[in-house]
Nanobody
Framework: QVQLVESGGGLVQTGDSLRLSCAASGLTFSRYGMGWFRQAPGKERAFVASIDWSGGVTYYEDSVKGRFTISRHNARNTVYLQMNSLKPEDTAVYYC???????????????????WGQGTQVTVSS
């Protein structure tokens, strides 16, 4: 079955950077669009960024545009989220997700993603 394992979270200060990684197995990774979502305490899971199967097209939630960058390395079966200029409001559990269907593009709708990781905590102190 599909397994997604996130890593790279931690406790940082405002303005710092982090890079999250998500290692995928159990699927032909290069055929699937991928996404990052986050869930803050007491809030719904929310879209952060998405990338198509080729890595050529990306899509971001407005509040992270210009600060976060999603990328992928298909030979390593890994998707990344580079997060710069972190703010306290970025504090959340971050989840990696894979699209339900092959050759899929980007999407910001959680319903389009069929496999999810266990999440990694990112805490930004002020």
């Amino acid at each position: 079955q599909v397994q997604l394992v996130e890593s790279g979270g931690g406790l940082v200060q405002t303005g710092d950077s982090l890079r999250l990684s998500c290692a995928a197995s159990g699927l032909t990774f290069s055929r699937y669009g991928m996404g990052w979502f986050r869930q803050a305490p007491g809030k719904e899971r929310a879209f952060v960024a998405s990338i198509d199967w080729s890595g050529g097209v990306t899509y971001y939630e407005d509040s992270v545009k210009g600060r976060f960058t999603i990328s992928r390395h298909n030979a390593r079966n890994t998707v990344y989220l580079q997060m710069n200029s972190l703010k306290p409001e970025d504090t959340a559990v971050y989840y990696c997700a894979a699209r339900r269907t092959e050759w899929s593009g980007y999407s910001g709708d959680p319903i389009d993603f069929g496999s999810w990781g266990q999440g990694t905590q990112v805490t930004v102190s002020s």
